[in-house]
T-cell receptor
């Protein structure tokens, strides 16, 4: 069965520092990977998906099939990046999402 | 587009009562998903519906839980004879086409007394 692991429940960095939120997955096929973000008192929203290969709010994520990872990176963290981040896997287009347990990112001034 | 609308935002029930959670998908979206988030855990898939059809219910508990998405009106997640362990946040998501991402609602926080 598919599984998504986010090893860090909490991550704290200072403003301007690089940040990397880790995501590893286990799935035998070729899944689609997503990062969702939930800012305080807001709904879960899509941040980026690997097939888009785009940068959103300065964040990027590269799918590494060899390491089965989809880490989220940003070179210079901002205070407004403080939020809960969820990595998610989708087996096939349109199917259910399997979520990791989330990483709470805090960017300190 | 108002986005995915869920109501109520908060629902309190006593053990043994029924809970009904509603989800109106985004305009033009005919695919609806329900997820549950227990305290200190990630979101877990429950059921995937398309208008009038259940596509995947592999995440639904075998008893007391049911879901529907009628031709007209919102999708309903129904929990009969609620127990304390049903206390959780229930999220609904909808999508439009096959390669489109899922968009989430604000969730319903269910508390069982």
């Amino acid at each position: 069965a598919q599984r998504v692991t986010q090893p860090e429940k909490l991550l704290s960095v200072f403003k301007g520092a690089p940040v990397e939120l880790k995501c590893n997955y286990s799935y035998s096929g070729s899944p689609e990977l997503f990062w969702y973000v939930q800012y305080s008192r807001q709904r879960l929203q899509l941040l980026l998906r690997h097939i888009s290969r785009e940068s959103i709010k300065g964040f990027t994520a590269d799918l590494n099939k060899g390491e089965t990872s989809f880490h989220l990176k940003k070179p210079f963290a901002q205070e407004e990046d403080s939020a809960m981040y969820y990595c998610a896997l989708q087996e096939t287009s349109g199917s259910r999402l399997t979520f990791g347990e989330g990483t709470q990112l805090t960017v300190n001034p | 587009n108002a986005g995915v609308m869920q109501n109520p935002r908060h629902l309190v029930r006593r053990r043994g009562q029924e809970a009904r959670l509603r989800c109106s998908p985004m305009k033009g979206h005919s695919h609806v998903y329900w997820y549950r988030q227990l305290p200190e855990e990630g979101l877990k898939f429950m059921v995937y519906l398309q208008k009038e059809n259940i596509i995947d219910e592999s995440g639904m508990p075998k008893e007391r839980f049911s879901a529907e998405f009628p031709k007209e009106g919102p999708s309903i997640l129904r929990i009969q004879q609620v127990v304390r362990g049903d206390s959780a946040a229930y999220f609904c998501a909808s999508r439009q086409g096959l390669n489109q991402p899922q968009h989430f609602g604000d969730g319903t926080r269910l508390s069982i007394l």
